[in-house]
């Protein structure tokens, strides 16, 4: 199960589908695996409730890589979005 739908992400970056669907699939796709390794957690299941902080987390974090391609998506403001979301005793 996705963390963030692609057509919420594609609205979240101001772009068409039909024109950057790809790139934002592949983009969300890597985003939405380092969060959840960073959460230290498998994906969610389909009738688990991803917390709001999390999908925010993604779609910032998905901002930083789209617009600077090369960049290490996991900002500050991102950890800080995960930080209630980790395990206890998890850094």
């Avoid at 299941?45 to 925010?56: N, R, S």
């Avoid at 910032?60 to 930080?83: C, F, G, H, Q």
Wanted: charged share 30%.
């Amino acid at each position: 199960m996705s963390i963030v739908d692609l057509s919420v992400a594609a609205r979240h970056l101001s772009v068409e589908l039909d024109e950057d669907g790809d790139t934002v699939a592949e983009m969300l796709d890597r985003v939405e695996r380092l969060v959840l390794d960073h959460l230290e957690r498998e994906p969610y299941g389909e009738e688990e409730e991803i917390p709001v902080g999390v999908q925010q987390a993604v779609l910032l974090a998905l901002t930083e890589v789209y617009d600077k391609r090369d960049s290490n998506p996991l900002t500050d403001a991102v950890i800080s979005l995960l930080v209630p979301f980790r395990s206890p005793g998890v850094f």
